[in-house]
């Protein structure tokens, strides 16, 4: 049985929805906060830190750690800290197509696979007042970018150019495909 190490309930939606057996363990790994990294190389750096947290102690499973960000203008935005950030953040996506890069790392024992997958969205111009009742929800709190596409989110994006789920935060293709390279069965 695979180890989640994340608490996101998205990501154990979408694992659910492949029919993957899987527990939740939440390790102690402390999050770094993007500066001017390259994307692919910080979500990797992230998720193999979550897999290592977890694996160390638990010898012979399979851990998989994953971290999504939202990248605009070259810039990388992770979680809102507030309300005026996360206004900030779709301020500034608005009307512009950003990306949405997640890291995925499987690990078990020594042994770790990674895998970054990027896919781009696009948003539709957005009123004040669309951006304001959309944080209002409370939604963007606990999401990259300020935005959940599974969410009230979609009535924000106009299109997306690759991997849906991976927006989401866990690209199940990629997923599946890493897992098979590692010699791991979903």
Sequence with gaps: MLILASG??????LLEQIGAAYEVKVGTYAEDVPKNDDPEKFVIRQAAGKA??????????WVLGADTVVVSDGKILGKPRSDEEAMSM????????HAVYTGIALQKDDG??????????????LTEDEIEAYVETGEPSDKAGAYGIQGRGA????????DYTNVVGLPLSALYVLAGIAGMCL
């Design 90 to 97: 779709l301020h500034r996506l608005s009307g512009k197509t």
């Design 112 to 125: 770790v696979w990674t895998h970054a997958e990027m896919t781009l969205v696009t948003f539709r111009d």
């Design 8 to 13: 996101s309930p998205r990501r154990r939606e």
């Design 155 to 162: 009535i924000l994006v106009e299109k997306i150019e690759g």
């Design 52 to 61: 290592a947290s977890i694996a160390e102690k638990y010898t012979g499973r």
